[in-house]
Nanobody, 120 residues
Framework: QVQLVESGGGSVQTGGSLRLSCAAN?????MAWFRQSQGDEREGVAI???????TYADSVRGRFTITRDNDKNSLYLQMDNLEPEDTAMYYC?????????????????WGQGTQVTVSS
């Protein structure tokens, strides 16, 4: 059973930056960051498959960067130039398959989430 623990959320003002971290207890082929605002569906923000390119949601491309440290089984999300629309609970997700999907149902393992709040 893969366990994921996120950290790094918080409150910032518009234009600020945050770096999210996700520590996994095992390696998985595909890891990703999702976010969910109250009343909305969970959205794939950044995807990092073992094979294939990283992909981003249009709303964050150019502002967010996903990276992975395979030696530490860790995933990161650097978020720059944050906007109030980025306010959400952010989740780390992992899949034993290398689908590189932005669909939440493609991921078997989830962290508990970390809150990001951006004020104007």
């Amino acid at each position: 059973q893969v366990q994921l623990v996120e950290s790094g959320g918080g409150s910032v003002q518009t234009g600020g930056s945050l770096r999210l971290s996700c520590a996994a207890n095992a390696y998985t082929y595909c890891m990703a960051w999702f976010r969910q605002s109250q009343g909305d569906e969970r959205e794939g923000v950044a995807i990092d498959p073992k094979y294939g390119p990283t992909t981003y949601a249009d709303s964050v491309r150019g502002r967010f960067t996903i990276t992975r440290d395979n030696d530490k089984n860790s995933l990161y999300l650097q978020m720059d130039n944050l906007e109030p629309e980025d306010t959400a609970m952010y989740y780390c997700a992992a899949s034993s398959l290398n689908l590189g999907s932005r669909r939440a149902d493609a991921y078997q393992y989830w962290g508990q989430g970390t809150q990001v709040t951006v004020s104007s």
